[in-house]
């Protein structure tokens, strides 16, 4: 432990250097340096020492999971604290002074509560991730806004101008600043000295070069004060030293408690600063969940964000209750404290009572300390932040995050930081929609011809069904559909039944597939909804699919009614949608000839044949649905005509293929046995040995596959004059799919046996049987394939 403490002595030195020059570039301009406030400068650096000495003990005694953390006061918070000062000041009024700095440390207590609250319900809910959501260029524009006040700052500290001098800056205060060679010394001098040490950081890189910078500046000035024999109180009279009335406490270090007295507290005042409170608020919580993780990375070390978030919210609760302002594990000293040896608790606690011991010391030191060092280091740490905003990130963020960076900035220094915070968060909202908007939602756009089911059908019905399919149109959309992205996609749905070709080309369903989208607003909702009634009117049939009834996209359309129109269809897959539509080309064309429909499989929500978008007689439509039958199933009908069976079958499963001819099928029918299933019986499952193939009359069998180890089943239907079987029933493999009835069915079954006696009995015939089930097998093959593909 002694050894361990030895050890950590340069990294406690070089920590407790940071902390002075933090605390006396920010402390000493906690409080606005006009008015009441003019001399509480001391007051401001007791404040910081406090924050500081209970964030770095909280964080040593297990608060934080960095052995070496090192907490410091929250550094950002001090343009919000001169607003809510100016407010309490300006409510209360200066003549009531002791009532002004009451108000005013409340309300900073009540900024270090909120914040401590605030983390400690983030961290116990684990919500520190969402944090990271919050735009980064939002921070970074921020960050710059409090750059360029301590721009400013420097300036008012360096030559005692009011703090509102330069709120916001006019042509007087450079009239000002530039009058005279004393005034242009004051401020010029600190500004050449914080350009000259970033230019010596940027070529040496060591650690020690800035503290060590900003101790020799005070040395070299006492070195020419005593070589020219100058007086120091007539140097404090000029401005070059720290007033001392406004650097020491007449009570010690905890003088500020002597204010905090009920009686001296105005409550409505300390109410009105509540909007600037959240302000500050918000943009406390948004340091840690981005220095912790990024300090993780720094250290190599796995941290917990939402425990770190813990640990921040004990030490500003403790904080707030014993008066003092918000703190946070801050990123840079930490970092620089491990690289030179203080990566333990022992190094920590350590620092805690070394800048323990600063705070009890007090603040009358302070007024020997050139007002040029604090100047130069205030200056330093806002041109850091600015370059941080404006230099750094002009190769990284967009010309729209540019631009939101820029104009918080510029807002936060013309207006005040509440207004530009607001301001960037709206800048960015309407830059996420513009640049959201000109996104496609529209994935793909294609012909139902280019995309068919996994339904094996009868090759003439097929053919049928690739050809009457061009009337489908099939739009797939991505992302979360709003209203700026609704536009495209209702322009190019009334694009599709507004064009000049509808005559030659035209269409009866629009399938719109929402696997890809994670949400709808209601404007999107409210724009299918216009859509669908102008679909109507043309007699087109909106089809939904890709969405559960039950899901957030589902119960958005629901919430529009869209499913209450008349001409709208949803399915859970968009092969369920093309199935569905292709059992309407097949049943529309059969109704067309008064004939019986083939069956057919609904897979999403039922409903009874009964469409109210038959097609006209003589419409394009009807001749488009006509032509193709006669070229397709219609010559199946008219050669098969009246055909007993099983051979009826028999000629829908091979009609296309060349071994088909009449006495080849008539010698097969004989092997075939005829077997009637109800509903749900299920024929085999996966991995069931062989027992022959099937080929199904009438009904509806469903067949499951699960490739390889994936989860993901896949169904495919299997409807009149589809083989099903064929392939493990032909190899003796083991069975690669469960097969069910899904509607009362009827099938031709060759049985194992049979199929034996067939290669006993007839050679030449076993064999042509096998080239025109193979060849069947691979149409199949193909169209799954292709099915699975397009998806």
């Not at 909702?525 to 957030?552: D, H, M, T």
């Not at 392939?727 to 034996?756: F, H, I, Q, T, Y």
């Amino acid at each position: 432990m002694a050894k361990m403490a030895i050890s950590s002595i340069p990294a406690v030195i070089f920590g407790v250097l940071l902390n002075i020059l933090d605390g006396l570039s920010y402390g000493m301009i906690m409080f606005p340096a006009s008015g009441v406030f003019t001399s509480l400068g001391g007051m401001g650096v007791s404040l910081f020492f406090l924050s500081t000495v209970i964030s770095q003990i909280v964080y040593t005694l297990g608060g934080s999971q960095f052995a070496g953390a090192n907490g410091s006061m929250m550094i950002e918070t001090v343009p919000f604290f001169h607003i809510i000062a100016s407010t309490i000041e300006r409510e209360i009024g200066q003549v009531h002074v002791r009532e002004v700095i009451a108000t005013t440390l409340v309300a900073y207590a009540l900024s270090s509560l909120l914040t401590g609250l605030t983390f400690l319900l983030l961290g116990y809910l684990r919500l520190g991730v969402i944090i990271g959501f919050f735009p980064r260029h939002i921070l970074v524009g921020c960050i710059g806004g409090v750059g360029v006040f301590l721009v400013l700052t420097g300036l008012t500290v360096s030559t005692r101008l009011p703090s509102d001098a330069l709120d916001p800056p006019t042509w007087d205060t450079v009239r000002y600043l530039t009058r005279n060679i004393h005034t242009l010394g004051q401020w010029i001098l600190p500004l050449v000295l914080a350009i000259l040490m970033r230019v010596i950081t940027s070529r040496w890189k060591h650690q020690l070069i800035f503290p060590t910078y900003f101790l020799v500046i005070p040395v070299v000035f006492y070195v020419i004060v005593i070589a020219a024999g100058l007086d120091l109180e007539s140097l404090r009279g000029d401005g070059w030293l720290f007033d001392s009335a406004g650097t020491t406490a007449a009570g010690g270090w905890y003088e500020f408690y002597t204010y905090f007295d009920l009686g001296l507290i105005k409550w409505m005042p300390l109410w009105n600063t509540l909007p600037t409170q959240f302000a500050l608020l918000f943009f406390n919580i948004l340091h840690p969940p981005l220095n912790v993780p990024a300090l993780s990375v720094s250290l190599n070390q796995d941290i917990d964000t939402n425990k770190e978030l813990v640990g921040h919210g004990l030490s500003n609760l403790i904080s707030g209750l014993l008066g003092s302002v918000p703190n946070y594990l801050v990123y840079v000293n930490t970092l620089m404290f491990y690289r030179v040896g203080g990566g333990s608790r022992v190094a920590g606690f350590m620092l805690a009572l070394a800048t323990l011991l600063i705070l009890m010391i007090g603040t009358a030191p302070v007024a020997y300390i050139p007002v040029v060092v604090v100047g130069a280091l205030i200056f330093a740490l806002g041109i850091d932040l600015v370059k941080e905003a404006l230099w750094d990130t002009r190769h990284r963020v967009s010309w729209t995050e540019y631009v939101t960076i820029v104009s918080i900035m510029v807002t936060m220094t013309v207006w005040d930081f509440v207004i530009g915070v607001l301001f960037g968060i709206v800048v960015s909202c309407i830059f996420f929609v513009v640049q959201n908007s000109r996104r496609r939602s529209i994935r793909a756009c294609y012909s139902g011809n280019a995309a068919m089911s996994t339904v094996r059908r009868p090759a003439a019905h097929r053919a049928y069904i690739h050809e009457v399919s061009k009337q489908t149109r099939i739009i797939q959309l991505q992302g979360f559909l709003f209203f700026g992205t609704i536009v495209h996609v209702e322009e190019k749905l009334r694009s599709i039944v507004e064009d000049s070709n509808w005559r030659t080309d035209p269409v009866r369903f629009i399938i719109v597939d929402l696997t890809l989208v994670p949400g709808v607003d209601m404007s999107s909702a409210e724009a299918f909804v216009r859509v669908q009634r102008l679909l109507s009117a043309k007699g087109v049939l909106l089809v939904f699919c890709g969405v559960e009834s039950e899901s957030g996209v589902g119960k958005a359309l629901a919430n529009s009614r869209i499913f209450e129109e008349k001409g709208v269809e949803f399915f859970e897959s968009l092969n369920d949608a093309l199935e569905w539509t292709e059992n309407e080309y097949l049943g529309t064309w059969f109704r067309l000839q008064r004939t019986e429909s083939i069956p057919v499989a609904f897979h999403g929500r039922r409903r009874e044949v009964d469409r109210f978008h038959d097609t006209p007689a003589g419409s394009p439509r009807e001749r488009c649905l006509r032509d193709a039958a006669n070229r397709t199933i219609a010559v199946e009908l008219g050669s098969s005509g009246i055909t007993p069976e099983p051979l009826n079958t028999l000629l829908k499963a091979f009609q296309s293929h060349d071994e088909n001819d009449h006495d080849v099928l008539v010698r097969l029918s004989n092997y075939f046995t005829r077997l009637s299933l109800p509903p749900g019986h299920v024929l085999w499952d996966i991995g069931d040995t062989p027992d022959g193939l099937c080929i199904v009359e009438s009904g509806v069998l469903r067949a499951s596959y699960r490739f390889g180890s994936h989860s993901r089943v896949v169904g495919e239907s299997m409807v009149s004059g589809s083989l099903a079987g064929e392939l493990s029933g032909l190899s003796g493999l083991p069975r690669n799919a469960r097969v069910a009835v899904e509607r009362g069915a009827v099938v031709w079954w060759l049985r194992g046996e049979a199929l034996r006696r067939l290669e006993r009995e007839d050679a030449a015939l076993a064999w042509t049987f096998v080239r025109m089930v193979l060849k069947a097998a691979q149409v199949d093959a193909d169209v799954l394939l292709a099915a699975l593909a397009s998806r």
